[in-house]
């Protein structure tokens, strides 16, 4: 249950998480702005005085340490350690390190960061002295995105709060700085998918926050492989060219921590969304060519490994027009095995396409228009009605209109296409067998 006051939640779920925790110390773990220091102002031990204490307030560093070794002095603490990623070098992790190992069942440790002290919390581990709070623990769930969103006095409709939810994974400053526009009244559609997309001042204030401590070669790197939603090794050493990018996903999930490690499913690594969406703004503002190169290298990529729906809208937004024609290829080539052209047709129908492309006769020919069949008399993988007017217009300058030329000519190799348009004139044909994309269709059900 969550309660509010001034438009700041309290999560009684965290707090009683916390406080009911029997290990000696307490981890709060979580990239910027997931609500630790709000958490660690709540939190209120049932026994013993608190200390807390707070790198930034006290710019001595022996200071700091003495404050420390003064409070686990006491018989019974409750010391709580605000923004530990700033202490660095090893002197620091030593004299964290020696502090944790004082930690008991009547001193208690809560120590919360933007990155885990790993080497210093190593050992209270392998004992299992740590209790850890994580991003997923911090993040708002659904309820109390709602109640958030009321207590401010946002006023949005509830596929709005679904979507400003699903979009921020209960981020809480990706929510308040994303939503601050919708309380001064901009609540259009156009509006609010801006803000779903990051491009805007909110948004970049956020992503220097988010990245804020982060080395350049880090940054880079997040910049370069978020043209990705998923990741593995070799695609963001394709997209980097770095043979060190496996040592570099592990820095990156760790901070600035935004990459989340799956362990079910082909991909091992996912960018969380609306962090993904300021790294893309971002890159789009600084370098669209990049962004636009980056992205037509990805969807080439995901062709190869057979990822045809992941390769899709990539190369559109590479504008890589031969990558979308194979990714639309080799999905026709699965609906020939399966009926289901909904996807096809989707991407036929997802602007921006280049001009020649537009046509209001855009249609995939499926087993259910048999005007278009291939020329051994089975239902074809036939693009019928595209773009016959940009085929014609093209006529004089004796070429094929770029669409027919990249999905009937140039990738005949998968499928064997005849038949004649709506103004009974002959299609493009090729010679290449109809067994070919039968086989196609074999290696994508697999």
């Known amino acids: 249950m969550a309660i509010s006051q001034d438009g700041v939640i309290t999560r009684r779920r965290l707090l009683q998480f916390a406080r009911?925790?029997?290990?000696?110390?307490?981890?709060?773990?979580?990239?910027?702005?997931?609500?630790?220091?709000?958490?660690?102002?709540?939190?209120?031990?049932?026994?013993?005085?608190?200390?807390?204490?707070?790198?930034?307030?006290?710019?001595?560093?022996?200071?700091?340490?003495?404050?420390?070794?003064?409070?686990?002095?006491?018989?019974?603490?409750?010391?709580?350690?605000?923004?530990?990623?700033?202490?660095?070098g090893n002197r620091s992790t030593r004299l964290l390190k020696d502090a944790l190992h004082l930690a008991d069942d009547m001193r208690h440790i809560v120590i919360a960061t933007r990155r885990d002290p790993i080497l210093a919390l190593h050992e209270a581990r392998l004992a299992g002295k740590v209790r850890e709070i994580r991003?997923?623990?911090?993040?708002?769930?659904?309820?109390?995105?709602?109640?958030?969103?009321?207590?401010?006095?946002?006023?949005?409709?509830?596929?709005?709060?679904?979507?400003?939810?699903?979009?921020?994974?209960?981020?809480?400053?990706?929510?308040?700085?994303?939503?601050?526009?919708?309380?001064?009244?901009?609540?259009?559609?156009?509006?609010?998918?801006?803000?779903?997309?990051?491009?805007?001042?909110?948004?970049?204030?956020?992503?220097?926050?988010?990245?804020?401590?982060?080395?350049?070669?880090?940054?880079?790197?997040?910049?370069?492989?978020?043209?990705?939603?998923?990741?593995?090794?070799?695609?963001?050493?394709?997209?980097?060219?770095?043979?060190?990018?496996?040592?570099?996903?592990?820095?990156?999930?760790?901070?600035?921590?935004?990459?989340?490690?799956?362990?079910?499913?082909?991909?091992?690594?996912?960018?969380?969304?609306?962090?993904?969406?300021?790294?893309?703004?971002?890159?789009?503002?600084?370098?669209?060519?990049?962004?636009?190169?980056?992205?037509?290298?990805?969807?080439?990529?995901?062709s190869k490994q057979g990822e045809h729906i992941r390769a899709a809208p990539l190369a559109v937004q590479g504008q890589s027009w031969d990558a979308l024609g194979e990714a639309i290829l080799a999905g026709s080539c699965v609906a020939l095995g399966t009926g289901d052209w909904t996807w096809v047709r989707t991407e036929f129908g997802r602007p921006p396409f280049p001009p020649r492309w537009r046509s209001q006769h855009v249609a995939v020919i499926g087993p259910d228009q048999p005007r278009h069949r291939c020329t051994d008399g089975s239902n074809g993988v036939a693009i019928g009605d595209l773009g016959w007017q940009a085929a014609s217009s093209d006529a004089a300058a004796g070429r094929r209109a770029p669409v027919l030329e990249s999905l009937v000519v140039r990738r005949a190799r998968s499928a064997r296409i005849g038949g004649t348009d709506p103004r009974g004139r002959s299609s493009p044909r090729s010679d290449s067998g109809f067994n070919s994309c039968l086989a196609r269709i074999e290696v994508q059900m697999a």
């Open 20 to 88: 009911s925790a029997s290990e000696p110390i307490t981890l709060v773990s979580a990239p910027t702005g997931y609500g630790k220091t709000t958490l660690l102002q709540q939190w209120a031990p049932d026994t013993g005085p608190v200390v807390r204490l707070d790198p930034v307030e006290t710019t001595d560093g022996w200071e700091l340490w003495r404050r420390i070794t003064d409070a686990l002095s006491l018989e019974a603490v409750t010391l709580i350690i605000d923004d530990v990623h700033l202490l660095e």
């Open 135 to 302: 991003a997923d623990d911090l993040a708002f769930d659904e309820d109390e995105t709602r109640l958030f969103l009321s207590a401010n006095d946002i006023a949005v409709s509830p596929e709005q709060a679904h979507a400003l939810w699903s979009h921020t994974e209960g981020w809480p400053a990706g929510l308040r700085l994303s939503t601050t526009p919708l309380s001064h009244g901009a609540h259009s559609d156009p509006a609010f998918s801006t803000l779903l997309h990051g491009d805007t001042a909110v948004g970049s204030y956020l992503m220097g926050q988010a990245l804020a401590y982060t080395a350049d070669d880090v940054r880079t790197f997040l910049l370069q492989t978020a043209v990705s939603e998923f990741l593995d090794v070799e695609l963001a050493q394709e997209l980097t060219g770095r043979s060190d990018a496996a040592l570099l996903l592990e820095r990156v999930r760790y901070q600035p921590g935004f990459l989340h490690q799956l362990t079910e499913g082909r991909w091992p690594y996912r960018y969380h969304p609306m962090f993904r969406a300021l790294l893309l703004a971002e890159l789009m503002r600084s370098s669209p060519e990049e962004l636009r190169r980056l992205s037509a290298r990805a969807a080439a990529w995901f």
